[in-house]
């Protein structure tokens, strides 16, 4: 459907323009996306203002006011609303919606930098081609902060499969430059889709930090909880044991196959053990993968006792995965799902290289794991999830 400008419409930006110059530009600006507003409602809708359509899809229902600020200064805009069958919203202020992430953003990282509150200012009018005052910045990096607490405070529901990682960033504390613990935890829901859980940043001892991050979770509303899926961090599996009792744990095969080059005695021996442990995990079944870790271990029970021994005890925590529907394995065999994570956050802390102290730390890994999650929440489902189906019995 085409849609006719008002001629009118360019006459009075017209006239704006010679009579005032560049001071009727903010109005001129208004005039016209205003207009641009109501030709992308019109296409939304298939049809325009009372026109009889059979490709109509809604109504037009008004306009609702909204100030925007813009590099021309600040402006009401009047943004067309929709009734209906259809879901509608300009694009244009969507592309705002971004921007305003952004600056967030920005702000998070400047403070974590140590960056004043002068410089951040100065930083933002070039970002934004905005007059942005230190009030400005206070305000919206405490706006920031609410925002981001909200969400790790938010309610949860079921997610049959939780992974779970940590990662460690250095940070000034007491005079003396520390390693802190990030704790993330993402899960995969009944839909199928991805979202990040929750973050923790502490200096406290591992397990005490594991146990009352997992026990946040569970306040906050996890449950249903079908497997773990993480590497073998430190404290984690005691946290396990007295949160979720009972509930399978699945121990990441990339990680294991990297830790067992450390007991391979001679380094012409590793291809030979990594494509070996490769055949286990890629067993078709549990009673076969169980086979194949016996001939191994019996294989370097002799020439390397100590590789037969470490094989011995810990690839079976690598196994659980095979009493879960085969569609699902690949998937949750590592916890490399969360590699997408750790580059982004890395890609961000790497600058900073040293956090002022555990606050900054949390606000930044925060706000990266906003956006990381709201992508993934929007993006087609990650696993086909068939509530009915138990895990497989192997």
Known sequence: MAHQTDSTVVETVVQLLSENGFEGMAEAVRILLNEAMKVERAEALGAGAYE??????????????KTLNTRLGTMTVQVPQVRGDVEFYPSALERGVRSERALKLSIAEMYVHGVSTRKVTDVMQQLCGLE??????SRASRLLDEELTAWRNRPLGRFPYVLLDARYEKVRHGGAVVSCAVLIAVGIGEDGKRSVLGVSVSLSEAEVHW???IEGLQDRGVHGVLLIISDDHAGLRAALQARL???????????????????VPRVQMRAEVAAELRAIFDSPDRTEADRRLR??????SKAAPKLSAWLEANVPEALTVFAFPSAHRKRLRTSNLLERINKELKRRTRVATLFPNEAALLRLASAVLVEISEEWETEKVYLTMDNSSPPNQE
């Open 295 to 300: 001939l191994t271990v019996e294989k370097y």
């Open 245 to 263: 009792p009972g509930v399978p744990w699945q121990r990441c095969q990339f990680h294991l196959q990297r830790n067992a080059i450390h007991f």
């Open 52 to 65: 009889r359509s059979e490709k109509r899809r809604g109504y037009a229902n008004g306009f609702k006011p």
């Open 211 to 213: 146990r009352n991050f």
């Open 132 to 137: 942005v005052s230190s009030t400005d910045v």
